[in-house]
């Protein structure tokens, strides 16, 4: 299905991405940035209902200017003191969060609807594309901050460092030879309150016609794909 | 119909609140954050679909040591020099964003489902409850951010210095005499990808017998009453 999946982001098409049993638990809905349109945004609240987030490779976000928020929080408790403690991360599953700025394009009105969180999704995938190709980019003329849409910065290693849905993402997205710069929402469940079983994503995916793969494939095959073009460590 | 919104932010119920014609234009789904249980959240992201944030007011963010994100991202500028123009706001309708910190309850697993989120927002409004009464409240020991919850802090004097849903849902808890930190959500329209009409939340508030309330009517009906009790400047 990994496979499937490649193409579909040649394609700027969704893929839902199930991280693992043992970590998240949690199925994403991810579309590559530079396709996202308004619709695209709707559907990923409507059948989605996480957060709709954008994630980027860890060297465009050093290019952009773009720490981690927990950076942000840690070096700011020297003017705000309790921040430090708030910044203390203890989950269970992971080391730490992938979250960096909570951004809107400065084209946007209020930055909330599909029109707005869809512009500002295309254009962080602009950005990502900009730098990547060598490049500058003035993030700050482009986008305000705190905005609408969470930007999620890959770790540097990518999937031999952390394998969340920001790493998973990105690394489908390379296989695939695309900008790497990938909208991504949690798939919710209305009736338990908690995640959507991986047993109703896969229907979800069966019936919308959408690839289905699990972090372990994507993980296996991104290593195995390195490894023969040397791409990466 | 003010009044309506009074008593059922006393039982705990949901209130529509719409802003200004020349403001966002955008009606926020409210419910005081004391009350808010899972089905609650599904019901702010499924018939709402904006962001799930909880508005607390000045004085129990600064007792909690919850700065503005802008004021981080601006003293963060000395280290990450990027951040000074990303942080530069030039919204038409506002001075500025009443974004404070992301956060997540400690309790919390992913922090995203409808359980987790209406944990935190639980435990907010709890937050907010033991400051205003003056006591400590650590909470850093309770809360970790980045998370999946935003806090939005209300200016400091409320409505006679901005009126965004922020300030409006704290000044109708106030009026209510509950504890003052209320989870608020955009309301979206699917067919235009832009914010839903005032008509069509008028609509959706007729069929679920949920007050709706414009801000013109919040901002009168508080002035009259904080004269009349000499309450505030």
Not at 22 to 27: I, Y
Not at 147 to 171: C, D, F, N, P, W
Not at 197 to 216: C, L, N, Q, T
């Amino acid at each position: 299905m990994i496979e499937d999946a490649i193409k579909a982001f040649r394609k700027g098409k969704p893929v839902l991405i199930y991280d693992f049993d043992d970590r998240e638990g949690e199925t994403d809905i991810a579309i590559p940035a530079l396709s996202v349109e308004p619709e695209d945004v709707a559907m990923m609240r409507i059948d989605g209902g996480g957060l709709i987030c954008v994630s980027i490779p860890f060297s465009a976000a050093e290019k952009l200017g773009l720490p981690f928020m927990h950076d942000i929080l840690s070096f700011s408790a020297r003017m705000f003191p309790q921040l430090e403690r708030i910044a203390h991360f203890d989950i269970s599953y992971d080391s730490r969060s992938s979250f960096s700025l909570w951004v809107n394009h400065r084209d946007t009105y209020t930055g909330i609807t599909d029109v707005d969180r869809s512009l500002t999704i295309r254009k962080v995938g602009e950005a990502v594309k900009s730098v990547l190709s060598g490049e500058d980019f003035d993030f700050g003329r482009e986008f305000r901050s705190p905005g609408h849409v969470a930007i999620l910065k890959a770790s540097q290693k990518l999937v031999y460092e952390r394998v969340g849905q920001t790493e998973l993402s990105i690394a489908i997205a390379e296989l695939a030879g695309i900008t790497p710069a990938v909208a991504i929402c949690e798939m919710l469940d209305d009736k338990s309150g908690r995640a959507l079983s991986k047993e109703d994503a896969m229907k979800y995916a069966a019936e919308y016609d959408i690839p289905f793969v699990e972090g372990r494939e994507v993980v296996e095959y991104y290593k195995k794909r390195a490894e023969e073009l040397k791409i990466r460590v």
